[in-house]
């Protein structure tokens, strides 16, 4: 299923635009993360998903819930 919104990029790959509430609080979560022992990559735990997620987060922006599926 195709997001609203969604710019296709490729099979499989979409790109997305929105705001962040507080973008300041995503940098600094993802400046805390590099060179950070972050565990092995393991999907649905620690994967790129999750590194993206979790900034995202700090940022008061709530993924999957802000960036829904139409059906």
Same mark, same amino acid.
């Not at 600094?28 to 979790?54: E, F, H, M, R, W």
């Given at each position: 299923?195709?997001? #609203?919104?969604?710019?296709? *990029? !490729? @099979?499989?790959?979409?790109?997305?635009?929105?705001?962040?509430?507080?973008?300041?609080?995503?940098?600094?979560?993802q400046?805390? #993360?590099?060179?950070?022992? *972050? !565990? @092995?990559?393991?999907?649905?735990?620690?994967?790129?998903?999750?590194c993206?997620?979790?900034?995202?987060?700090?940022?008061?922006?709530?993924?999957?819930?802000? *960036?829904?599926?139409?059906?």
């Amino acid at each position: 299923m195709r997001r #609203s919104g969604a710019r296709v *990029l !490729g @099979p499989g790959i979409e790109q997305l635009t929105f705001r962040l509430p507080d973008a300041c609080a995503v940098m600094k979560a993802q400046l805390k #993360s590099l060179g950070a022992d *972050l !565990g @092995p990559c393991s999907y649905g735990i620690n994967s790129c998903i999750t590194c993206c997620v979790c900034p995202l987060r700090a940022g008061d922006r709530h993924p999957p819930a802000a *960036l829904e599926t139409e059906d």
